[in-house]
C-alpha cells in the first residue's frame, strides 16, 4: 500500500488505521530499531477509551520518527493528537 493509494480513495476502510500500519511498517523498512524503540519507550497504559490508546500511540509515531508522523496520520483520518 503506498501514499498515492490513500490519496486517490482506493483504499476502504478505516483510513486512520491503514495509516498506522503503513507508517509502522515505513519506519520499520528504514530502520527496524525504530520499532523496537517504539514498543520500548511506549508508556503501559490501562484506560479502556480507544481514542485515548490511538492517540497515544499516534504521539509515539511522532516521536520515534522525529516529528514526521503527524501530517501524515492527521491527514490520513486519524484524530489530532
Do not use: W
Not at 497504559?45 to 499516534?58: I, P, S
Amino acid at each position: 500500500m503506498c501514499i498515492d493509494e490513500f490519496q486517490k480513495d482506493r483504499v476502504k476502510g478505516n483510513k486512520c488505521t491503514l495509516a498506522q500500519t503503513e507508517l509502522e511498517e515505513r519506519l520499520y523498512l528504514e530502520n527496524a530499531r525504530f520499532v523496537y524503540a517504539f514498543y520500548r519507550k511506549l508508556e503501559p497504559d490501562k484506560t479502556k477509551d480507544q481514542a485515548l490508546r490511538e492517540a497515544r500511540f499516534n504521539r509515539m509515531y511522532n516521536l520515534v520518527s522525529e516529528g514526521k508522523a503527524r501530517k501524515f496520520l492527521v491527514d490520513h483520518g486519524c484524530a489530532p493528537f
